[in-house]
Every structure is written in structure tokens, then in C-alpha cells.
């Protein structure tokens, strides 16, 4: 008897837990409960009108919960092994350079032997032979082969820290040339120094026939509110002596492209063009300067990399006719392009 009696209550409780259960969700024939006989329920249909389940909400409410609880469960995971990564990489690039550096000991002790003349100088570089690891004697090399065609790598801004070249290599910005085999300048003078990429296995030897005896330096001071980039020789002077020039970047041959003020970032990121107070293409040889075209009253605005564009090729003068070009918007649709020509001549085109 009593054990009958304690399996019926044992029912019984059963029976009334699956019914206060049951009774938590409304299970009315096409109302919003998912228990429901023709549930309405994620059928993307308005439920106003409807006999909604509070119940259901509260599930999916703990559901959503827990769905994002394990997704950033798995993201923190994701992002761990991502920085860890980045770590093993940037101290496998610290050891690199500490072994290249190790490498050139003694370098900075170098006395450089100043020709009697610039003529002198210009010979003794168009004599030069190479002098290994991919340089040629008479060359400025940047060792953090930065692209100084790329106006995104040459464009510094006032208290930016060191970069990691932004093509992350090997190098992080470097403030000093190596020349012959030997670092010059390597007494924090400048903030950056860049010259000729090194060879690697994506660009081969000097392409684009950065001069000898030059090199690009941003200056350890800023003018208002940019850097100041300049032009220097073997001793550190500087060419230009143009505070107002913030950016610059190497056309072709002895062309490089001047950029004054600070600079100005339109659209959305990659950016087709920076705008810039003023700018010029100049010959550091021959002091000859091309004013760019300009954008409005206050700007010109420059394709974001040398031989760089959008427009269609058909736009473009024939290949084998130039060397390199230059887009300057000049209009939402309108643009110049400058040409360094095979006769070593700037010539440009206007584009509507």
C-alpha cells in the first residue's frame, strides 16, 4: 500500500511539473510559441495581432545570450592566436635586423672622401661599379626599403612615432643611408632617411633610376602643423631649404614631386589622392619646377602612387612613349596626367 501510494505521488508530481512547464509557453494553434501547432514563430511575419510567448522570448533571450558569449569566446580565441603571431613575427624581423646590424658593426666610423667638384661627383657616380648585396657604389640605400613612390609610405605626420615601414617586412623606418656598403648620416640628425629599395625578390635593382649622390630625409623639426622633408646630399646639407615642403616623392630619374603644407586625406580609406597646399615636379638637377595642376583655389590633389590611376588605359599615351606618370585630380571627373617622357621631359595631358 505504501508503495503504491508513493508511486502515485511520484506521478503526480511529474504530472503537475510537465503541466506548470507546459503552462509556461502558450501553445496556441498559430501563435508566436515555437511548441505551438503552426507556429508563426521565425517565419518573418509581423506579430502584431498575434498571440505572442513570453516564454519562448525569454529562451531566445538566454539563446542570443549564450550565442554571444561563445562568439566572443571565440573570437578573444582568434585574436589570441593572431597576436601571437604578429609577436613571433615582429621578433623573428628584431632578430633579422639585430643580425644585419651585427653585420655592419663598425659602419658608422666610415670617413666619407669628398670629391673636389660636383662634376667630380657626377663622374665618379656614373663610373660607380656595384659594391654588392644589390647596390651600386654612389647610391643612397634605404635599408627599410621604404616605397617612395607610394605617397601613403612617404607621408609623415608630427608626432608619429616609428613605423613599421608599412609594407610589413623586414625594417621599421630608419634614419640613415647606407652608401658604398657603409651607413652615413647615422647620427639621428633626421627623423627618417630614404633612398634606393634594396633588391628583393619584388623589386629589382633601381627601376625607376633613383639619382646617386641624393637622398629624401624628414627633418627632426616640424613647421606648424607638418614635417619638413628635404632633399640632402652626402654631408647632410639640405637642397631645398624649404620649410614649407612637407612630402616628397620620387618621380623618375633626377624628377621628384614636392608637396607643400599639411596634408589632407578626402574618401574613404585606400584613398585615390591626398590634397595638399601646393605642389610641384622638380628636377634636383637642372632647379627646373612644374607647378601641378590644382584641385581648387587652396589645394592640388595627387594620385595616391607614381604610375597609379583609375581612368581607364585607353585614357593613357602609349606605354613605350613615357617612363613614368602622374595623375593630379583636377575636378570630381577631370584629371591631369604628367609624363616623364623617354627624351627625360615632363609633359602632361589634361582628362575629362
Known amino acids: 500500500m505504501l508503495k503504491t501510494t508513493a508511486v502515485f505521488l511520484i506521478l503526480l508530481l511529474f504530472s503537475a511539473t510537465s503541466y506548470v512547464s507546459a503552462q509556461s509557453h502558450i501553445g ?49 580565441v582568434k585574436n589570441a592566436a593572431i597576436a601571437a603571431q604578429r609577436l613571433a613575427e ?7 635586423l639585430k643580425k644585419k646590424r651585427e653585420a655592419d658593426k663598425g659602419v658608422t666610423e666610415v670617413a666619407v672622401t669628398m670629391p673636389a667638384d660636383k662634376k667630380t661627383v657626377n663622374n665618379a657616380v656614373a663610373a660607380s661599379p656595384a659594391v654588392g648585396d644589390g647596390m651600386l657604389a654612389g647610391y643612397f640605400y634605404d635599408e627599410a626599403a621604404t616605397n617612395n613612390q607610394s605617397l601613403g609610405h612617404m607621408i609623415f605626420h608630427i608626432n608619429q612615432g616609428e613605423r613599421n615601414n608599412q609594407t610589413y617586412k623586414l625594417y621599421s623606418d630608419v634614419n640613415y643611408f647606407v652608401l658604398n656598403n657603409k651607413r652615413i648620416l647615422d647620427n639621428n640628425e633626421f627623423k627618417a632617411c630614404i633612398g634606393v629599395r634594396r633588391l628583393s625578390d619584388k623589386d629589382q635593382g633601381n627601376a625607376y633610376q633613383f639619382p646617386a649622390g641624393v637622398g629624401i630625409v624628414i627633418l627632426n623639426e616640424i613647421n606648424g602643423e607638418h614635417v619638413i622633408a628635404d632633399l640632402v646630399d652626402v654631408t647632410g646639407k639640405r637642397l631645398l631649404k624649404d620649410d614649407n615642403i612637407s612630402t616628397i616623392v620620387h618621380f623618375y630619374g633626377d624628377y621628384f614631386i614636392l608637396l607643400e603644407g599639411k596634408v589632407f586625406t578626402p574618401g574613404s580609406y585606400p584613398h585615390a589622392s591626398f590634397q595638399f597646399d601646393d605642389g610641384v615636379i622638380y628636377n634636383y638637377k637642372t632647379k627646373q619646377r612644374h607647378p601641378l595642376a590644382r584641385y581648387s583655389e587652396t589645394r592640388v590633389s595627387v594620385g595616391w602612387h607614381v604610375n597609379a590611376t583609375y581612368l581607364p588605359k585607353n585614357k593613357l599615351r602609349d606605354k613605350s612613349t613615357y617612363n613614368a606618370f602622374l595623375e593630379v585630380h583636377t575636378g570630381w571627373n577631370t584629371s591631369s596626367i604628367y609624363y616623364i617622357t623617354n627624351e627625360g621631359k615632363v609633359a602632361s595631358d589634361a582628362i575629362h
Open 28 to 76: 496556441t494553434t498559430g501563435s508566436f510559441c515555437r511548441y505551438a501547432k503552426n507556429s508563426l514563430r521565425d517565419r518573418n511575419i509581423y506579430r502584431e495581432g498575434h498571440t505572442q510567448c513570453p516564454a519562448c522570448d525569454l529562451e531566445d533571450e538566454k539563446e542570443e545570450v549564450a550565442r554571444r558569449a561563445e562568439d566572443k569566446r571565440r573570437q578573444d
Open 90 to 96: 615582429k621578433k623573428a624581423q628584431e632578430e633579422l
